[in-house]
Structures are given as C-alpha cells and as structure tokens.
C-alpha cells in the first residue's frame, strides 16, 4: 500500500517531493504499469462520462 501525505495546510513542495520520493522506490517497470493501469482507468471514467474516441476518417478509394 503506499504511503499516505498528512500536512496541515496546502503545501505543494511537500507534495512534490512526497511523490519524487514514492515514484523513487519504483522499479522501471513498475512506473509503466501504473502509467498504464491510471491510463486505462482514466479513458474509461471518460468513457463512462460520455467521451468516446473520435471517429475515424475512412479514405476511399
């Protein structure tokens, strides 16, 4: 489970270097899987909300 950021108040450096530091204890491959899965997640919020894909331009001959 990863850690959780506690402060006060709105503190955007603390934020910043909590995630620096989260994403330094990923491996390579690890920071591509959540890329993938968080891109995966996000197009099907979209998805869900009524964006779809653009539709394509079919060329004719």
Do not use: C, N, W
Not at 31 to 48: T, W
């Amino acid at each position: 489970m990863s850690p959780i950021l506690k402060v006060d108040q709105d503190d955007e450096d603390k934020e910043l270097e909590f995630e620096l530091a989260y994403q330094r204890t990923l491996t390579t491959q690890e920071r591509f899987e959540l890329m993938f899965r968080k891109s995966r997640e996000i197009a099907e919020v979209l998805l869900r909300h009524g964006y779809r894909k653009p539709v394509e331009v079919i060329k004719r001959a």
